[in-house]
């Protein structure tokens, strides 16, 4: 079954880390660009970083750069997103996505919860 | 940076009806950089159509996609109880991950 299934998720307080995991399963996970999307309660979708099939280049949102580190390992077919020095408005549901040739994106896990509150 | 802006924020409708929803790029779009997606309360974000008109695998033809330059429309041709979502447009093309619409919420009349 083609499918992506993120954790790691939970309550954080502020200026602390955490990391998330998106497993994936079902098709050639090496071959895909790899990105997270956030969504704040009651908002929209923001993008927030993107990682090349090789792990070769990485791209940030304004919003997280030097904060965030998106990374992969393709050998256990898993997406991570290290998050330090978190904020409030670092508070939402993170969803892994796969991307097609740069041009949208096919497949979404269901999504993880962050809170960052003391 | 591409602003997405949609429209309108609500659009209430019965099932049976005609559904048209904006997307409106600050700036030109390629159209193989556009995208439409379908998200439901408490679940993920489901793709519709990508490169503006093309329906994704398993996306009822009641769903259709166009346009080009700075407008786009998603036209949902006769309203399913289930098509009442919030829709989402994507541009990918002028950045990295792309930036998405804030959002067309439709629900019933």
């Known amino acids: 079954q083609v499918q992506l299934v993120e954790s790691g998720g939970g309550v954080v307080q502020p200026g602390r880390s955490l990391r998330l995991s998106c497993a994936a399963s079902?098709?050639?996970?090496?071959?895909?660009?790899m990105h997270w999307v956030r969504q704040a309660p009651g908002k929209g979708l923001e993008w927030v970083a993107v990682?090349?099939?090789?792990?070769?280049?990485?791209y940030y949102a304004d919003s997280v750069k030097g904060r965030f580190t998106i990374s992969r390992d393709n050998s256990k077919n898993t997406l991570y997103l290290q998050g330090n020095s978190l904020r409030a408005e670092d508070t939402a549901v993170y969803y892994c996505?796969?991307?097609?040739?740069?041009?949208?994106?096919?497949?979404w896990g269901r999504g993880t919860l962050v809170i960052v509150s003391s | 940076e591409i602003v997405l802006t949609q429209s309108p924020g609500t659009l209430s409708l019965s099932s049976g009806e005609r559904a048209t929803l904006s997307c409106r790029a600050s700036?030109?779009?390629?159209?193989?950089?556009l995208a439409w997606y379908q998200q439901k309360p408490g679940q993920a974000p489901r793709l519709l159509i990508y490169?503006?008109?093309s329906r994704a695998t398993g996306i009822p033809d009641r769903f259709s996609g166009s346009g080009s330059g700075t407008d786009f429309t998603l036209t949902i041709s006769r309203l399913e109880p289930e098509d009442f979502a919030v829709y989402y447009c994507?541009?990918?093309?002028?950045?990295?991950?792309?930036?998405f619409g804030q959002g067309t919420k439709v629900d019933i009349k």
């Open positions: 996505t796969r991307d097609v040739r740069s041009r949208y994106f096919d497949l």
């Open positions: 079902g098709f050639t996970f090496r071959n895909y660009g």
């Open positions: 990682i090349q099939y090789d792990g070769s280049n990485q």
């Open positions: 700036q030109s779009v390629s159209s193989s950089y």
């Open positions: 490169e503006a008109s």
């Open positions: 994507q541009q990918y093309g002028s950045s990295p991950g792309g930036t």
